[in-house]
């Protein structure tokens, strides 16, 4: 079996919610949740601005791997700011779509073996693992996890992902 199979297989068992988990933020989807915590505005606003905002607010189910505000300033100065630029729109959504995974994936579901997973961004795998210490995600790591919406779930990592770049 192959480890995007057994990735796949494992990870059905997030689509199961437990009974009675529902709470306020289950009835908000991905953006809203984002956006109520409050260490989101950059990814939010190159959502905005790439279009994807929208499709965030749809049935999914997706999982995110969400950098934070701190993890945006981690890049190159002016980085954010060019993204943001019309002209640049493409380059930020294959950015943010390699950030997407169109399925519902708990930390618990990632296998402990490195396996490529398939994003939005078509070209594109990410390469999750556990171990000991969490969930790594090519070079990021989940600082904190399984963050529920209505469409999906959160996991807040500490860098932004670059398509092709697997380490720092």
């Known amino acids: ?5 057994r990735f796949l297989l494992l990870s059905a068992a997030a689509l199961v919610v437990a009974p009675g988990a529902a709470t306020a933020q289950m009835r908000r989807d991905i953006v809203a949740t984002a956006a109520a915590a409050g260490q989101f505005n950059t990814l939010l606003a190159a959502a905005r601005a790439a279009g994807l905002a929208g499709p965030l607010q749809g049935p999914g189910p997706f999982t995110i791997f969400a950098p934070t505000d701190a993890a945006f300033a981690l890049l190159p100065a002016g980085t954010v700011e060019t993204l ?4 640049n729109r493409g ?4 950015i943010l779509r390699y950030h997407v995974v169109p399925q519902r ?8 073996d490195p ?5 939005l961004n078509a070209r594109s795998r990410v390469r999750a693992v556990r ?7 090519d070079a ?9 919406a209505s469409n999906g779930i959160i996991h807040v990592i500490d860098r ?9």
């Open 1 to 5: 079996m192959t480890l995007d199979r």
């Open 140 to 148: 990021a790591r989940v600082v904190q996890a399984d963050i529920q």
């Open 105 to 112: 994936i708990a930390a618990r579901d990632v296998p402990h």
């Open 91 to 94: 380059q930020l959504a294959a």
């Open 84 to 87: 943001l630029r019309p002209e």
């Open 131 to 137: 171990n000991r210490s969490g969930v790594r995600v």
């Open 115 to 119: 396996t490529l997973v398939p994003t």
């Open 160 to 168: 932004v992902l670059i398509p092709g770049r697997r380490h720092g």
